[in-house]
């Protein structure tokens, strides 16, 4: 592949900032159509973006003979869907997270994929911000020592309000909660520093009863490594709170998943701070990663594989909930 250009299923509210305008601006890449059901909002996104061509059915998109890679931008429940369209035509496929509504989901997108020989990325765009590629290298060059443990606080207050709820806390459309939604950033993330977890054993509940989804989950897990983590994630809280701790034989490392925190080091009794910016497009970084393993020159972090292990951990941690709900 000479040029990568790209075709959106799904040009909401996550393409305006976070990945839209990155697919032109990223080396060898172009965005050449756009699709979304409601066909004036799909006009209106390509007039504002310049965008050569919009459509209203995703086939139509897919199909397009100039469109020779699809980026998924839609909520979960459509992404197998769409993931199998694009495999069907023999397109290389970028898809956001979380990856789809559960596990089998997942295996089911990797394996058309595999069949149809094309590869498959997934929007876990920090596996490639600079921020967390330092806490990686801290990590791998052995700042702090061999790595213990890992504890993760996310805390937030309440603010849906009554009315229609966001599909983000329909179970249906997302596969869970606000949980699913933001845990899932922080579990890839770890994946990625850390490697694999192996085991993940914890509860999940509904203490506001604001809706149907979880609003607190508590976990234990364990890494291939033999590392050992815990989270607790609230959304019903006093406050909000973002904090990933490593903890390390010889210091520990503390950043924010989502907050404009900075990167911090301890050891020997003195603090060590990174101030580290993300670029005006946050999945810019990871994009160009995509096209560059298209084009042959490099590889990507974030896979169907890795995408479908995240999921997983989810899965495994929520289902005694929707299990008990009937």
Not at 67 to 77: H, K, L
Not at 79 to 94: E, I, S
Not at 132 to 158: M, S
Not at 193 to 219: K, M
Request: proline content about 6%; glycine content about 10%; aromatic content about 8%.
């Amino acid at each position: 592949m000479t040029a990568t250009r790209w075709g959106i299923i799904g040009c909401g509210d996550v393409t305006e900032v976070k990945s839209g305008p990155a697919f032109a601006k990223v080396e060898g890449s172009a965005l050449v159509a756009v699709m979304r059901r409601t066909a004036h909002l799909a006009e209106d996104y390509a007039r504002r973006h310049g965008v050569p061509r919009w459509y209203a059915d995703a086939e139509s998109l897919v199909a397009d003979p100039e469109v020779n890679a699809v980026y998924v931008g839609t909520p979960p429940d459509s992404h197998r869907d769409h993931v199998l369209l694009a495999a069907q035509y023999r397109k290389p496929v970028y898809v956001e997270k979380p990856m789809a509504l559960d596990h089998r989901q997942c295996l089911d997108m990797i394996e058309a994929c595999h069949a149809a020989d094309v590869p498959l990325f997934t929007a876990y765009y920090r596996r490639a911000l600079p921020r967390f590629l330092r806490v990686k290298a801290l990590v791998d060059e052995g700042a702090i020592g061999d790595v213990r443990a890992v504890t993760i606080t996310l805390y937030r207050r309440h603010a849906i309000g009554s009315g229609d709820l966001p599909w983000r806390v329909d179970p249906a459309v997302s596969g869970g909660g606000l949980f699913v939604d933001l845990a899932s950033h922080t579990l890839d993330l770890l994946d990625y520093v850390l490697g694999p977890i192996a085991s993940a054993t914890g509860g999940a509940a509904n203490q506001g009863g604001f809706y149907g989804a979880e609003d607190i989950v508590s976990a234990a897990f364990a890494f291939e490594s033999g590392v050992s983590g815990t989270g607790l994630w609230c959304f019903t809280a006093d406050r909000n709170e973002d904090c990933v701790e490593v903890i390390g034989s010889a210091g520990r490392i503390t950043f924010s998943t989502f907050e404009e925190a900075p990167v911090t080091v301890a050891r020997d009794g003195v603090v060590e701070s990174f101030e580290i910016a993300h670029p005006p497009h946050v999945q810019q970084p990871l994009i160009q990663s995509i096209v560059d393993a298209l084009q042959g020159r490099g590889t990507c972090p974030s896979t169907g594989e890795s995408g479908a292990r995240t999921t997983r951990v989810m899965d495994t941690l929520l289902a005694p909930y929707y299990a008990g709900r009937g």
